[in-house]
């Protein structure tokens, strides 16, 4: 089984081995991350020094990734609060996922609906599934949805 490299602690720190006083390098760990989530991982007793400079010519970058394999791996994204939370890492994963993005779903409170719906039509050009949930709707909400409002939706989704 392929062995994993855990960050660990930073050299100089108080808790890195003695004579490590270099800033540009960091202790790794060695460990298995296999564990039930109740059980404790225990890492290997003996650092692994790695020089920053040295890390970065050996591992790729995010922006060296073609945008093909950043999609494959947003696909694999279910959760809508991860890809919230990924389109707010930098514009290049939010156009990516924007584009991707083929479903939302919308509680009420939007108001202006139509102008809700058409920003978020832009925002995500390949809608085939809206979904309205209406549930706790109260008077002072106002006018959710009209003919007009489904117009506008229906002109934006494929």
């Not at 209406?134 to 939706?153: A, C, F, M, R, T």
Request: aromatic residues 6%.
């Amino acid at each position: 089984m392929p062995r994993v490299l855990w960050p660990w602690k930073r050299k100089g720190s108080p808790d890195a081995p003695s004579g490590t006083s270099s800033l540009r390098s960091f202790a790794l760990m060695e460990s298995s991350p296999v564990a039930s989530e109740h059980e404790e991982v225990h890492h290997s007793e003996y650092p692994v020094l790695i020089d920053i400079a040295e890390l970065s010519q050996q591992y790729c970058m995010m922006d060296d990734l073609p945008d093909a394999l950043l999609s494959e791996i947003i696909k694999r994204l279910t959760r809508t609060s991860d890809l919230n939370s990924l389109s707010l890492v930098s514009k290049r994963l939010y156009n990516i996922e924007r584009e991707l993005r083929d479903a939302i779903h919308l509680g009420c409170g939007l108001f202006p609906v139509t102008l809700a719906v058409t920003s978020l039509c832009s925002r995500f050009p390949n809608l085939s599934k809206v979904e309205f949930n209406y549930s706790g709707w109260k008077p002072e909400h106002g006018i959710q949805l009209d003919n007009h409002g489904l117009h506008v939706l229906s002109s934006c989704c494929q």
